[in-house]
């Protein structure tokens, strides 16, 4: 078995597991076999460096970084491990790190100090899927040049707020997991392109997402989800939406709940609905935020205002002529949900029509939608 392969090395299945005695043995066996095999075929232009799948046990080989100075990609894939080691650190022009299919997840899976290393500026791509990480390392937190994060296959049940700080990130693969949740701050990531959150347990997406407008692929397949906020229209270069495998309502429902305004809330809807005029000076600063904050009744018959107090509706709307895709709206009054008798033709008439209105938006904007 070769120790190390040019680009395109075959992905071999790991060898079959012994006991712990042997697996031990074999594991020193491997690395020692690996470190000989490494230091004849050092090379100080070499790139790129495939090690091919076998049964290691512990860190990288010490000498690696002297064998190979040069290094820019590493792919220690179904190698074993379960922990990198420090020799990682010495690899300062390092920017792409493939480790799949291995046993990293425990506290000392990665070396320390990796995002105040050299090597903490220079990475762009890091995979680690099918590990054993219960979260996201805080380390990989300080990666702030990663332009590409694989974690999917885990054991991951949530996504740290603080993965905000990745402002590089492009691509974000957390698939085949036990996330349930989805952090709003996941929206807080500019350059964000594909976004893969499937085979998880999440049952609601925050409407912060909309504000990722540079998401081309979003896949959320195979979750618990039954409906998706009405920002989600606001994607404008969102090219595909796979959501197949969701339990998604399959008829109109209405969320009854209802809390009504508070006094201030009805004194803030009538100073917006009525345009009653006003200062900055004329209003306490607490005040004057408050209002500034009043959101639009999307019901266009309505034109009223909602600050806390709301309805949540839930709203099917035609993507592409073929797929009915329920959107979560949030109405100001239970009136403009239920609409009274004298008017309920005409109100269900303009219903259908914001449907439609909202169908053709959505089928120039979408180009794939995946719902079976």
């Known amino acids: 078995m070769a120790a190390a392969a040019a680009d395109g090395a075959a992905s071999h299945p790991e060898p079959p597991r012994r006991g712990p005695a042997a697996a031990d043995g074999e594991g020193e066996t491997a690395e020692a076999e690996l470190a000989a095999e490494l230091a004849a075929r050092r090379s100080a232009e070499a790139r790129r460096l495939v090690l091919s799948p076998r049964r290691l046990s512990g860190p990288l080989p010490a000498g690696l970084s002297q064998w190979f100075p040069a290094l820019e990609v590493l792919d220690v894939s179904g190698t074993g491990l379960s922990e990198l080691g420090e020799e990682l650190l010495a690899l300062p022009r390092l920017h792409t790190l493939l480790a799949k299919n291995n046993r990293l997840g425990g506290p000392r899976s990665l070396p320390k100090r990796l995002g105040q290393a050299p090597l903490g500026r220079s990475l762009r791509v890091l995979n680690f899927s099918g590990n054993r990480f219960a979260e996201v390392p805080p380390a990989l937190l300080e990666l702030r040049g990663l332009q590409s994060l694989s974690l999917g296959g885990n054991r991951l049940h949530g996504i740290p707020p603080d993965i905000q700080e990745l402002r590089s990130l492009e691509f974000l693969y957390l698939g085949g997991n036990f996330i349930t949740s989805i952090p709003p701050e996941l929206a807080n990531l500019p350059s964000l392109s594909y976004l893969v959150l499937c085979d998880n347990k999440i049952q609601s997406i925050p409407p912060q997402l909309a504000q990722l407008h540079s998401l081309r692929s979003l896949s959320l397949h195979n979750n618990l989800l039954t409906y998706l906020p009405r920002e989600i229209l606001n994607l404008v ?136």
């Open 237 to 372: 270069h969102l090219e595909e939406l796979s959501l197949r495998g969701n339990p998604l309502v399959v008829r109109f429902v209405r969320d009854l709940t209802y809390n009504p305004p508070s006094l201030q809330e009805l004194a803030g809807r009538t100073i917006k609905t009525r345009n009653v005029p006003y200062a900055p000076s004329d209003l306490p600063e607490n005040l004057v935020r408050y209002l500034s904050l009043a959101s639009n009744c999307p019901n266009p018959k309505c034109g009223g205002v909602y600050f806390d107090s709301c309805v949540r509706q839930i709203k099917f709307v035609d993507f592409c002529g073929k797929y009915r895709l329920p959107l979560m709206h949030y109405l100001c009054s239970p009136e403009c949900s239920s609409p009274c008798s004298s008017a309920s033709q005409s109100s269900t008439s303009q219903s259908e029509s914001d449907s439609e209105d909202e169908a053709s938006v959505a089928a120039r904007r979408m180009q794939k939608v995946l719902l079976g």
